[in-house]
Every structure is written in C-alpha cells, then in structure tokens.
C-alpha cells in the first residue's frame, strides 16, 4: 500500500473526528434569545438558508417551537437586542467544543495538505521511475547491440582464421604433390639416363 492511500485512509477517518467534533459544536453552542418584531415571544436563531442575494434567516419561537423566516434588516434587528441564556459552565463547555472543533478543522486541513503533496510527490515519483525504466531499456538495447557486434566480429574472426588455416593447408598440399612430382621427375630422369647408359657399347 503506498503513501498516499495510506493518508487518504487517514484523511477519510478524519472526517469522521471533524463531522462528530462540528455537531458536538453545533449542539454545544451557547443560546441567545431576542425579543424583536419577528415575534411576541422570545426568539432563538436557526440558521439561514438560500444565496447571498436571496438569503432568509430563521429563528425558532421558545414558547411553541414555531420556526419564522426572516429577513437581513430583521435579524439585525435582533442580534441586536439578543441577551445570553447560557449559563455560565455551558459557555464555557461551548468555548471547549468550538476549540475541539476548530483543532479538528486544522488537522483535517494539514491531513489533505499532506495527501495532495503525497499525490503530487508519488506521480513525480512514477514519472522518474518510468523515465529510469526507459532510460535502463536503453541501456539494454544498447547493451545487446553491443554484444551482437562482439559475436560477429568473433564470428568474422574465426571465419577468418578458418579460410587461412584452409588456404594454408592446400598450399602445403600443393607443395608436397609438387615436391612428390619433382621427386617422380627426377627419378624417371635419372632411370632414363641409366637406359641410355646400358646401351651404349
């Protein structure tokens, strides 16, 4: 298993701390209350939802549990006059969390840093592992090509010396049927001349 998929294993099991540490947080979080023109009864923020431009900010009633809409000017309004409800050791249980929260949220960022400088090293990586294997393939060829050459020139030399060995053996061929020829010249020459001896008175 390389680096990487090691990280991302991480990375993965770290959203897991980061999703549990953002509801911890979210759970956690102090109340405030607003007695504003949205309501006759105190209200709590709820969250928003919808684009900048159309933005729409809820509250939810304390008293029924009513959720209202409402809008940029009113949730001014209200953060204005908003009073804490929290007490005091849920504020600061709350100041916990969101450090809990924001640690998580540092570590995750470092945890995908991390994997995308693993991801960009591990393809740097490949890509010199591959030129290296192209670049020994060469190597290889060469190698071979070499050694072709070296095998023909042996051969070449052998071929070589094998024609000289055969040439020289039929000139020493030719040299003794020579010599055997001048020898059988000679002896018939001299066998004549012990003819022409013979006859003579």
């Given amino acids: 298993m390389t680096a990487s998929k090691i990280i991302l294993i991480v990375n993965i099991i770290n959203l897991f701390f980061i999703f549990r540490a953002d509801l911890n947080e979210f759970k956690g979080r102090v109340v405030y209350h607003s007695q504003c023109s949205i309501s006759q009864h105190p209200v709590q923020y709820d969250g928003f939802s919808g684009k900048m431009s159309v933005r729409r900010y809820w509250y939810v009633d304390t008293i029924n549990g009513q959720r209202i809409k409402a809008t940029r000017d009113q949730r001014k309004e209200c953060d204005a006059v908003k009073v804490l409800v929290s007490t005091k050791a849920e ?87 020579a010599a055997k020829r001048a020898f059988y010249e000679e002896r018939r020459l001299a066998n004549l001349e012990k003819k022409k001896q013979r006859k003579l008175p």
């Fill in 91 to 177: 504020v600061l249980k709350a100041e916990k969390l969101k450090r809990e929260q924001d640690k998580w949220h540092i570590i995750g960022v470092f945890m995908a840093a991390l994997l995308i400088f693993s991801l960009w090293f591990e393809s740097k990586y490949i890509k010199w592992r591959a030129d290296q294997t192209e670049k020994e393939q060469e190597r290889a060829h060469e190698r071979y090509l070499q050694r072709l050459k070296e095998e023909r020139l042996i051969k070449e030399k052998i071929k070589e010396g094998d024609r000289l060995r055969s040439k020289k053996a039929n000139e020493d061929r030719a040299a003794r049927k």
